[in-house]
């Protein structure tokens, strides 16, 4: 695993996941290089967090914005928002994420993206966040080793066209794998 990057994936959280504000989650891995990760989590809703409700607070007019879930994309920094989306609109600050087989989606985090969604001019497919999943440098390769991730291929129909709490088990469907078969922990031999 030394020397493998894994931006542009999605990690899932193994069965038996030795942290449970990590249970069955679904984060794409946005950067993942010597210096660490980042990843924004996209299965599991942030209850009684609405897409106009951060509109309002943020004094932008909802009536052309779609109203949606907003997602609890990890523990740090749980108020600061991440929008991923489609390659249709970029902003200075958009991060190009690449899957194996190209684009995955862009990453964005500044007013721009939330404006331009907001004036019905933004991407075309988008999900917000509040909150990254954060590694120091080796950390998830740690984790990895330890039982705690699998590294599934990056899947825009899993990203964009699927409900965040099936997103877990849809990313492990389109690995071809059936999560109810897999053991929740490891042995040593």
């Not at 004094?59 to 920094?77: Q, R």
């Not at 964005?108 to 907001?118: E, G, H, K, N």
Request: charged share 20%.
């Amino acid at each position: 695993m030394e020397g493998q990057y894994l931006a542009g994936r999605m990690l899932l959280a193994m069965p038996g996941m030795f942290d449970p504000r990590f249970e069955r989650s679904v984060n794409v891995l946005c950067v993942h290089d010597e210096h660490g990760a980042l990843g924004i989590n996209v299965g599991e809703v942030r209850e009684g967090v609405t897409f106009h409700a951060i509109l309002d607070d943020l004094g932008l007019d909802t009536a052309l914005a779609p109203d949606c879930a907003v997602l609890n994309g990890g523990p740090v920094e749980p108020g600061r928002g991440f929008v991923l989306h489609s390659l249709d609109w970029g902003g200075g600050d958009s991060i190009e994420v690449h899957a194996e087989d190209g684009p995955l989606c862009a990453l964005s985090a500044s007013m721009d993206i939330l404006r331009a969604i907001a004036q019905g001019r933004g991407p075309s497919q988008w999900v917000m966040a509040l909150g990254y999943a954060g590694w120091a440098p080796g950390q998830l390769e740690e984790e990895m080793r330890h039982h705690g991730w699998y590294a599934a291929q990056g899947s825009r129909e899993v990203l964009f066209d699927t409900a965040p709490e099936a997103r877990w088990a849809g990313a492990w469907k389109h690995e071809g794998i059936d999560p109810g078969l897999l053991a929740s922990q490891t042995g040593n031999a």
